[in-house]
């Protein structure tokens, strides 16, 4: 039985989220204080202590997210037979950790470095995001890309029947009008500070570019399947370059996990977060797989 470890993105966190591990393993102990040792502020008192709002807030809950899951696999160990890895979003950059490409430190410093200027491009340019469920996405994708009102773009595909929007504020306003005219179930607006996965996302692309080609990354020692192409991989070079794209391009959930059925992943063991999200969707992409946690 082929296995695949997969990373949840933003809406994964939970208050005291590690707080568990921490007093538990010494190990992951040890990744919550070299965190907080590299950010320069305690990232784990806010994990551990602070409310829903702030770890709502991008900068906190990218580096919370990817710190929780880094801290679970030290706790419990890198399970047997792993073939490939995959994340949502923020998560691929956990994967690419839990696979060697990135250092622990490198991996948490662009993940800073990623939520900052998400912000930053928030901040500057509004916008904002919606959940589509019940419509194929080739109805949804022509809707969007009709929409006048602003950039409206398809962002997370994560199972079939649902599908994230992304753009500007009058533009997804526009499209969650017109989807709920072309039958959709539901079209809601999401609580998210700004369009990401979306051409709004460009400037904060350009200052991530030039993190990323500053860091030292390796070839991936299981494949990854990355959200931009969902393709496999393990180039450290096709790496890069599908990671800097991820910011403006979509996430392709449902044909990555798709893709790694097809080579051969019959579970999959979720790490981080709630440890439900991603096996949700999984299950809901294709019924025959089996679908666990860490």
């Not at 919370?64 to 899951?69: D, G, N, P, S, Y």
């Not at 992943?265 to 709630?274: A, D, L, P, Y």
Request: charged share 20%; net charge negative; glycine share 8%.
């Amino acid at each position: 039985m082929a296995k695949a470890l997969v990373f949840p993105g933003q809406g994964a966190q939970f208050e005291g989220m590690g707080k568990d591990l921490f007093e538990s393993y010494e190990s992951a102990k040890r990744v919550f204080l070299d965190a907080d040792e590299i950010l320069g502020y305690s990232l784990s008192d806010i994990m551990f202590n602070g409310s829903a709002e702030s770890l709502k807030e991008t900068k906190i809950t990218q580096p919370a997210l990817f710190v929780h899951a880094i801290a679970k696999l030290k706790a419990k160990g890198m399970p047997d037979d792993i073939q490939a890895v995959a994340g949502h979003s923020l998560g691929e950059f956990t994967a690419l950790v839990a696979a060697d490409t990135l250092s622990f430190e490198d991996g948490l410093k662009l993940v800073y470095q990623r939520a900052m200027a998400m912000q930053t491009a928030c901040d500057v340019t509004p916008g904002t995001m919606a959940a589509v469920l019940g419509l194929d996405d080739s109805i949804v994708e022509s809707i969007c890309a009709n929409i006048q009102a602003g950039v409206v773009v398809a962002a997370n595909y994560n199972c079939p029947g649902q599908l994230v929007i992304s753009g500007s504020i009058e533009g997804i306003n526009q499209a969650i009008e017109e989807l709920k005219a072309a039958g959709a179930k539901r079209a809601l607006l999401l609580p998210v500070g700004g369009a990401f996965h979306s051409p709004l996302m460009e400037s904060a692309k350009e200052k991530l570019e030039l993190a990323i080609n500053n860091t030292q990354f390796n070839d991936s020692k299981v494949t990854i399947y990355q959200n931009v192409n969902a393709q496999p991989t393990k180039d450290r070079e096709i790496i890069k370059i599908n990671l800097i794209n991820q910011l403006t391009g979509p996430v392709k959930w449902t044909q990555s996990i798709q893709n790694m059925v097809k080579d051969g992943i019959t579970e999959f063991v979720e790490v981080g977060g709630t440890g439900k999200v991603l096996s949700g969707l999984i299950s809901k992409i294709d019924r025959e797989v089996s679908t666990s946690s860490i």
